[in-house]
Nanobody, 125 residues
Framework: QVQLVESGGGLVQAGGSLRLSCAAS????????MGWFRQAPAKEREFVAA????????YYTDSVKGRFTISRDNAKSTVYLQMNSLKPEDTAVYYC??????????????????WGQGTQVTVSS
């Protein structure tokens, strides 16, 4: 069982930056591939970024490539999402997710077993 708690959301102007954190409980964090997803009002949840259990492999949706960076610190059982050059269209509730997987990364939300409660990110124009 893994519990995930996101933090770091807030209100920022366009062009600004935020760093989201997702702290995981449990002693086997390094066994889990992690992902970040987001859901804007009246829209479906969408994939943002994913990272392998080792941190060696990452993947991003096209709209955030070059602006967002996913990383993890297995010693701290935490995954991060550094978000730079934020745009109003990045406004959403951001969720982290975990699945036990020793491959590269997981892109499909249906494959994830554990989810955090979400953190709101609002980018003003």
């Amino acid at each position: 069982q893994v519990q995930l708690v996101e933090s770091g959301g807030g209100l920022v102007q366009a062009g600004g930056s935020l760093r989201l954190s997702c702290a995981a409980s449990g002693r086997t964090f390094s066994s889990y591939a992690m992902g970040w997803f987001r859901q804007a009002p009246a829209k479906e949840r969408e994939f943002v970024a994913a990272i392998s259990w080792s941190g060696l492999y990452t993947y991003y949706t096209d709209s955030v490539k070059g602006r967002f960076t996913i990383s993890r610190d297995n010693a701290k059982s935490t995954v991060y999402l550094q978000m730079n050059s934020l745009k109003p269209e990045d406004t959403a509730v951001y969720y982290c997710a975990a699945v036990m997987y020793y491959g590269d990364y997981v892109l499909d939300s249906l494959e994830y077993d554990y989810w955090g409660q979400g953190t709101q990110v609002t980018v003003s124009s």
